[in-house]
């Protein structure tokens, strides 16, 4: 009964991309850590890996931390999640970094999500039990200028899952899952160049994230790859004058996760539950993921998401957002348009967005109004 329950939980809560019928989607663990914490990031389509640094740079590119203006920064965030249906479930994030000099920085931070409170009954007739589960991510970074221009970041991640539901006598027949990770990232920043009718500046940047073993919720059961992934993004700031900059990105991911296949050829793609796909290893499935998919280049191509996104701010005190984010039918057929908006007084700043599903299959973020806070603290710290 409890193994059915976390299982509904998951295909409920996560999978909501696979009731297309003709849907591969390639299944990982753990998947809360791929929902977009921050406000500033979903007001533009889901983008982070090559825009600038901010309080939340943690989950997209921690090499970015090395080119912050100040010396230190905190932010929190909140998104709720299938807030169309129940209303406590949702993922709180807390951010913070701190420049040990003008050419590094060190950060940490912490993903919680929480599944809300579910009750639990073997018969109509029993008295409810209460569970409460949830899944945790805890993560530290050093990122460091190897150039003027170009910085590089390495990150840890203890990542905590806990789904168990204890019977009556308070066991359990499942443990919580625990494992580690690491990201490699790397962050370009030019310097700002004159043109003829305005100045501007590229940005570009790469992140390899969730790099480690795979996860498993019963001793010597089922194994789940982590959503390893690989982000790469490049973006232009156009500096029209004092007051007003436009800053066009756009980003690219790809999850480096081997996709289900045929293995017997009676037809039909398996994924987790199969043993020859439990038995490729975490790095192996690494590289296998460039060229497993089973109708080729085509399908591997649309393994690649992409999402295009703007920021317009006006005297670093007012911005507003927008954003596509595009993934293809075959796999998840997520499709969105957010807005956002943010506002900056002081030391302070507010960040609000919005999602606007534009795919046949609902999202759990739509309808959902993500907001953050961010705290820039200490003295500023110039940064051509």
Do not use: C
């Amino acid at each position: 009964m409890k193994k059915i329950v976390t299982a509904t939980l998951l295909l409920i809560v996560f999978k909501m991309s696979a009731q297309q019928e003709e849907s591969r989607p390639i299944p990982t663990g753990v998947p809360f850590l791929t929902i977009t914490a921050d406000a500033r990031a979903s007001g533009m389509g889901d983008i982070g890996v090559a825009t600038s640094v901010d309080a939340y740079s943690q989950q997209w590119n921690p090499a970015k931390f090395a080119f912050a203006e100040h010396k230190m920064g905190f932010g929190i965030s909140y998104a709720p999640y299938l807030e169309s249906l129940v209303n406590d479930i949702g993922l709180l994030s807390a951010n913070y970094y701190n420049k040990i000099n003008d050419r590094s920085a060190f950060a940490a931070s912490l993903r919680y999500f929480t599944l809300g409170e579910i009750e639990l009954r073997q018969t109509a007739g029993e008295e409810g039990r209460i569970v409460k589960p949830n899944e945790v991510a805890i993560d530290g970074s050093y990122s460091l200028k190897l150039s003027e221009t170009f910085s590089m970041a390495v990150a840890g991640r203890f990542i905590s899952s806990n789904l168990r539901f204890p019977d009556q006598t308070g066991s359990s027949d499942t443990q919580a899952a625990n494992t580690f990770a690491v990201d490699l990232a790397g962050f370009y920043r030019s310097r700002e160049i004159a043109y003829d009718k305005f100045s501007g500046r590229w940005r570009a940047g790469f992140n390899i994230s969730n790099l480690g073993n795979k996860i498993t919720y019963d001793e010597g059961g089922q194994e789940n790859f982590l959503p390893t992934n690989l982000k790469a993004g490049i973006g232009f700031d156009f500096i029209l004058d004092m007051d007003n900059t436009l800053a066009i990105t756009t980003e690219f991911n790809k999850l480096l996760v081997p996709t289900p296949q045929d293995f017997n050829g009676d037809g039909v793609i398996n994924g987790n539950d199969n043993e020859e796909y439990q038995n490729i290893g975490f790095l192996s499935g690494v590289f296998q993921s460039f060229g497993d998919a089973p109708d080729g280049i085509s399908e591997e191509l649309k393994e690649i998401t992409w999402a295009l996104g703007a920021e317009y701010s006006y005297q670093n005190a007012f911005m507003l957002r927008t954003g596509y984010f595009n993934e293809s039918n075959l796999k998840g057929a997520r499709k969105f348009f957010s807005l956002g908006a943010g506002f900056k007084f002081k030391a302070t700043q507010v960040d609000l967005s919005y999602l606007f599903s534009s795919s046949r299959i609902q999202n759990p973020l739509e309808n959902s109004l993500r907001f953050s806070l961010t705290f820039n603290l200490g003295e500023e710290m110039f940064n051509d």
